[in-house]
């Protein structure tokens, strides 16, 4: 099995950790995908990573055809709307990743192809963008963690993501249980996005304030929670005061600064549906979600009295 034609859906911060891997790579086939407003304003303006600009490669689902590797890196709010286009570059033998936050996206895929062709994934990565520049940095930036789901060992599909990515700047870290990795990767996200998106601070306000280490720790402890009683287990979170740098803004925050809407609803929303759904209890959460909601409000204009 090998993968020679990659298809990306989503040319926002994670989806730039690809292009910059893959536009380069030779014997593969890429592109990434878009339609409309949307492709005119990619092949005119491109995307800025890193100080390169690109712009080749774009195409439609129609003109691109089959793919041996679907990469879907949208936000959240958008996913259900790509469903007939990651459809459309389905084949028999398909792999799809949806290497993005939260812990439903998958579910959300597999509605449209089912979940034979899904390869279990999520991204680690140090990224800020503004418009259509993205800057990453690759010291603090872990790269792409993959896995089947209910399979420890490598499978050939998984032997073939490696070799396509094998000599590219894309990191690999294949995980033998690539759910409890998803579920920590989706609690280090709760505990440390959320609080300083309201707050409005840098990174290491979680180790200087009691109070926002209050409410990272209150968080993590809401999402172990609902993990338990789903029999997931969220491992150790590691970060420490040098994991990031002092005055880093993590996605949500980076939203809120641009007036842009944050991916709550991936986060908190979706951790309130899974607590109704196993009878837990989770009020902080609750509390934040709906301030997040109120300040894309207030960033909406609806508060201009």
Same mark, same amino acid.
């Given at each position: 099995m090998e993968l020679q034609r990659v298809a990306l859906i989503g040319a926002g911060a994670i989806g730039a950790y690809f292009i910059e891997g893959l536009t380069d790579r030779p014997g593969r086939s890429f592109a990434i995908i878009a339609d409309g407003e949307r492709k005119e304003r990619l092949r005119r303006d491109g995307v800025r990573i890193n100080g390169r600009v690109y712009r080749?490669?774009?195409?439609?689902? #129609? #003109?691109?055809?089959? =793919?041996?590797?679907?990469?879907?890196?949208?936000?959240?709010?958008?996913? /259900?709307?790509?469903?007939?286009?990651? /459809?459309?570059?389905?084949?028999?033998?398909?792999?799809?990743?949806?290497?993005?936050?939260?812990?439903?996206?998958?579910?959300?895929?597999? #509605? =449209?192809?089912?979940?034979?062709h899904i390869v279990y994934s999520l991204m680690r990565i140090s990224s800020a963008r503004k418009g259509n520049v993205i800057e990453f940095d690759h010291k603090y930036t872990g790269g792409l963690y993959f896995g089947e789901r209910d399979c420890q060992e490598k499978t050939e599909r998984i032997a073939a993501i490696e070799r396509l990515f094998e000599g590219t700047s894309v990191r690999l870290n294949f995980m033998e249980d690539i759910m409890s990795d998803i579920w920590t990767k989706y609690c280090l996200n709760i505990a440390y996005n959320l609080p300083q998106a309201i707050i409005g601070a840098g990174y290491l306000s979680y180790f200087d304030s009691e109070h926002m280490g209050?409410?990272?720790?209150?968080? #993590?402890?809401?999402?172990?929670?609902?993990? =338990?009683? !789903?029999?997931?287990?969220? /491992? /150790?979170? !590691?970060? !420490?005061?040098? @994991?990031?740098?002092? =005055? @880093?803004?993590?996605?949500?925050?980076?939203?809120l600064d641009a007036g842009r809407h944050t991916e709550i609803d991936m986060f908190a929303g979706v951790l309130m549906e899974k607590a109704r759904e196993e009878d837990v209890s989770v009020p902080c959460t609750e509390m934040v979600y709906h301030v997040i909601r109120a300040m894309e409000e207030k960033n909406d204009g609806k508060f201009k009295y």
């Open positions: 080749d490669n774009i195409l439609e689902p #129609e #003109e691109f055809g089959t =793919a041996d590797l679907v990469l879907v890196c949208v936000k959240y709010h958008a996913l /259900r709307g790509t469903l007939p286009v990651i /459809r459309a570059l389905t084949g028999e033998h398909t792999v799809v990743m949806v290497p993005m936050n939260g812990i439903d996206s998958e579910e959300i895929v597999a #509605e =449209a192809v089912g979940t034979g209050y409410l990272c720790r209150t968080l #993590e402890n809401e999402v172990r929670a609902v993990a =338990a009683r !789903k029999g997931i287990h969220i /491992r /150790r979170l !590691k970060n !420490k005061r040098d @994991t990031c740098p002092a =005055a @880093t803004r993590f996605s949500t925050l980076q939203d």
